[in-house]
C-alpha cells in the first residue's frame, strides 16, 4: 500500500528537470555542501530550510521573485544535489535553476499560488551558478570535457 502511495505521489511531481553538472574530487561530503551553500548565498539566492538537508546532500532555495516583459510575475529557485560517483571516485554535483510565471496578465498583480506555471530553466544563471561553484570547488573540468 505504501509503495502504491509512493508511486501515486511520484507520479504527480514528476517535471523534466535538465541538470548541470560537475564531477568533483573525494573531499568530505560537508565541503561540497557547504560550497555549494556558500555560492548560492552569495548569488542571492535563501536556503528553504525545510526543503535541504546536507546529509543527503541536497539544496534548494526559496522561490525568488523576478518581472517579467508586459509586467508578468516571475520567479525562480535554485536546487542542487550531491550524489556518490563511483566510476570517478569522487563527487557529481548537480544543479538547475527553475523558472515559474503568471500567464493570465489579469492577475499579475493579485496572483495566488494556483496562479503559478512552469516557464522551464533560466539557462543563462544556471551557466553563471557553475562557474562560480567550480572556482570554488577548483574544477577544472567538467563531465563532458573528461571523455
Not at 125 to 131: A, M, T, V
Request: proline share 3%; aromatic share 8%; net charge neutral.
Amino acid at each position: 500500500m505504501v509503495l502504491f502511495a509512493a508511486l501515486l505521489l511520484g507520479a504527480g511531481c514528476t517535471t523534466s528537470k535538465n541538470w548541470r553538472e560537475l564531477l568533483v574530487d573525494k573531499l568530505p561530503i560537508g565541503v561540497v555542501y557547504s560550497d555549494i551553500e556558500f555560492v548560492a548565498v552569495h548569488d542571492g539566492y535563501v536556503a528553504s530550510i525545510a526543503d535541504s538537508d546536507a546529509g543527503l546532500g541536497t539544496w534548494h532555495s526559496k522561490w525568488r521573485l523576478k518581472q517579467l516583459p508586459l509586467g508578468r510575475p516571475g520567479r525562480f529557485r535554485l536546487s542542487a544535489e550531491i550524489h556518490e560517483d563511483g566510476r570517478a571516485g569522487g563527487w557529481r554535483v548537480r544543479w538547475c535553476i527553475e523558472q515559474q510565471r503568471v500567464k493570465d496578465l489579469g492577475k499579475s498583480i493579485d496572483y495566488v499560488e494556483d496562479d503559478w506555471s512552469d516557464d522551464g530553466q533560466d539557462a543563462e544563471r544556471e551557466l553563471l551558478f557553475g562557474e562560480r561553484l567550480s572556482r570554488r570547488l577548483r574544477v577544472a573540468k567538467t563531465p563532458a570535457d573528461r571523455s
